[in-house]
């Protein structure tokens, strides 16, 4: 008896709560009126609305991509050659790329591959169609040997902020 006592207090208190999620809310108001409190819409994220805006508006982004053009040794000085390309119908503004390279490092027993950072290069504004090119040098230490290099763009700073984030990065391996 005691179970079918707790469990239709369960469904009461059930019932009860979903219909205080289901029911508009009412607010008395000062002067004994009733105002209906709404909350807000649910809208949908591809489709954002502009405040003062007739409606739902569609978004322009520039879409960067970055390309391997070519690598040069020269007596172990290796230089790796990128591309960054507006693809999009917008400009891309302050652009910057994100560099590193590895080398192989040649020791008795233990070689192993280092990863280094390089500082990041600013490319500035780019209009739709632009196209600017970039170098990454690897001058090895004693003992080492330039092995790949990598590069990523990067939309005002953030990773993966404009229409096609999939042709953001790529390595010097990629484009041989």
């Known amino acids: 008896m005691l179970r079918l006592q707790l469990a239709r207090t369960a469904i009461m208190a059930l019932t009860a709560i979903s219909l205080i999620w289901t029911t508009t809310a ?8 009733v105002a209906a409190v709404y909350g807000n819409p649910v809208t949908d994220p591809g489709s954002p609305t502009v405040p003062g805006g ?26 790796w050659n990128y591309r960054v390309e507006n693809l999009g119908p917008v400009p891309a503004q302050n652009v910057w790329v994100r560099k590193s390279y590895n080398v192989f490092v040649f020791e008795l027993g233990a070689s192993h591959y280092d990863d280094a950072l390089v500082q990041p290069e600013k490319l500035g504004d780019m209009a739709p169609g632009a196209k600017k090119d970039f170098h990454i040098i690897c001058v090895p230490m004693p003992g080492a040997k330039c092995h790949m ?11 993966h902020a404009d229409a096609n984030p999939n042709n953001d990065w790529i390595t010097s391996a990629d484009g041989k």
């Open 149 to 159: 290099s990598s590069a990523q763009v990067l939309l005002d700073g953030k990773y």
């Open 26 to 33: 009412h607010a008395a108001q000062f002067d004994n009126d």
């Open 54 to 79: 007739t409606g739902s508006t569609t978004r322009l982004l520039p879409d960067l991509k970055m390309t391997f053009v070519s690598d040069k040794t020269v007596n172990g000085i290796m230089t």
